[in-house]
């Protein structure tokens, strides 16, 4: 399995996990497991207070979930610690470790990577270079991660259903004004300033920051039971011939490559028949 995520350690108490799948960060099977280890190394080592998720390609944060694998071998995946489906174990958990988590989002981050980073505590965007969104219902499909719970809570209900059902991109300084991302700065601006953030927690006590953040937990987070029937909801969704149609047709015109196609998918959802040119 070949390492796609990179840990380091700039400060004590303060780690740093850096994404790289190349060609475009897609989210596959092996990511899922590596962020489960990640998370289990979060819940376990009492010396960690606040972890960054960043990423190697300034391009694409996450940018999507992997279409082409077998849909039978991502929903036969073991279950995870909380008893579901590994996608949504991660999900969970990461919204959950007694650990602060921020997401610092540069590049594309849609579909499945728009729930990571909506499962983080808090996200930061550049504004000019950071794209969010849920397409999946621009292809047929159900967002399997439940973001529209989050969203609800984060956007509001009008909101939320602009951007699922809406299926478009939502650059970094409208999807800080949407409430989507905590803020999004300048994007000479971004790194500096989640690093010189994720130090300040690091130098307060782990005891006051984790009680701090199940206190909100409580009053803030989705119940858990919510998420198995967004992911049976998507199974079914990505089942049916008119969302493979579309699919086929996204592939064929560069879907999962670096392309045009992956570079401004809002677009391209509502326009699948473009024929690819690269």
Known sequence: MREQIRVTQPAPGYWRAEFSNPPINLIDLDTITQLSDLISS????????????????????????????????????????????????????????????IAAIRGRARGAGSEFVLACDMRFASAEKAFLGQFEVGVGAVPGGNPMVRLAGLAGRGRALEVILGADDFRGDLAERY??????????????????????????EKEALVAAKRLVDETSLPDDALFPPALDEFFRSVARPETKARMSRLLAAGLQTRSEVELDLGRHVAQPTEARTD
């Open 42 to 101: 979060l819940e376990q080592d009492p010396s960690v207070k606040v972890v960054v998720f960043a990423s190697a390609d300034p391009d694409f944060f996450m940018a999507h979930y992997d279409v082409l694998i077998d849909k039978a071998r991502t929903a036969a995946m073991p279950l995870g610690p909380t008893g579901m489906h590994p996608w949504l174990d991660v999900l969970v958990r990461i919204s959950r470790v007694p650990v602060v988590t």
């Open 179 to 204: 409430g989507y991302v905590n803020r999004a700065l300048p994007d000479d601006e971004l790194d500096a300033f989640v690093d010189a953030f994720a130090r300040r927690i690091a130098g307060f």
